[in-house]
């Protein structure tokens, strides 16, 4: 399996832009968790699923922020609008079970909003 | 919700000596203590976890050991090398995993 796999890697935006992360999980994990990172607030859950259902958006900063998962090996995450203050590293990350077992973590997307 | 809570938030030290990171957490129900580590630029990798029926878990260079009565656990490095350098962060799992601030590990040849 190649992994958690997150798109795009990079993405520059100009304030008041949509703008939508992509992640697809690895095959067969039941859980997908969406994470912010910033230097200031370090790793922070956005929201979970599980079986593409969102358990747990408490994380999710604001009503500018939503997030779906349509299938089991696909989920976005999408900005509308894009503040300045959002931009910072965004990962996704895949587990069997929740809880007790692994998180495997994608590439990550590196988002900066002019 | 849950708490975790890292120290240092940053550790200098030479090549060979020993690397010690402590993390707290507030909700006795946690059962499951990972731990991360992120090298500049990539994501975080998991290097070693462990349950709440474990007190001590040991890979190598690696150890974590589990206070569950005081609610901490710490991970400890031994004959550090240049590679160990690295944020390092502690997360605690009931139903989802909170991660502590990090540790910046820098190891001085």
């Known amino acids: 399996d190649a992994g958690v796999i997150q798109s795009p890697r990079h993405e520059v935006t100009e304030m008041g832009q949509e703008v939508t992360l992509r992640c697809k999980p690895i095959?067969?994990?039941?859980?997908l968790f969406w994470y912010r990172q910033t230097m200031m607030r370090g790793l922070e859950l956005l929201i979970y699923?599980?079986?593409?259902?969102?358990?747990?958006d408490s994380g999710m900063p604001e009503d500018r922020f939503s997030a779906k998962m349509p299938n089991a090996s696909f989920s976005t995450l999408k900005i509308q609008p894009s503040e300045p203050r959002d931009s910072a590293v965004y990962f996704c990350?895949?587990?069997?079970?929740?809880?007790?077992?692994?998180?495997?973590f994608g590439a990550g997307t590196r988002l900066s909003v002019l | 919700g849950e708490n975790v809570e890292q120290h240092p938030s940053t550790l200098s030290v030479q090549e060979g000596d020993s690397a010690v990171i402590k993390c707290t957490y507030s909700?006795?129900?946690?059962?499951?203590f990972p731990w991360y580590k992120q090298e500049l630029g990539k994501r975080p990798q998991l290097i070693i976890d462990?349950?709440?029926?474990?007190g001590e878990k040991k890979d190598q260079r690696i150890a974590v050991t589990l206070n569950k009565t005081a609610k901490h656990f710490s991970l400890h490095i031994t004959e550090t090398q240049p590679e160990d350098s690295a944020v390092y962060f502690c997360?605690?799992?009931?139903?989802?995993?909170?991660f502590g601030a990090g540790t910046r590990l820098t190891v001085k040849p």
């Open positions: 990350a895949s587990s069997l079970r929740q809880g007790q077992n692994i998180q495997y």
């Open positions: 095959s067969g994990h039941d859980y």
């Open positions: 699923f599980n079986n593409n259902v969102p358990i747990d």
């Open positions: 909700d006795s129900a946690s059962n499951y």
């Open positions: 462990i349950r709440s029926n474990v």
């Open positions: 997360a605690a799992s009931i139903i989802d995993m909170r």
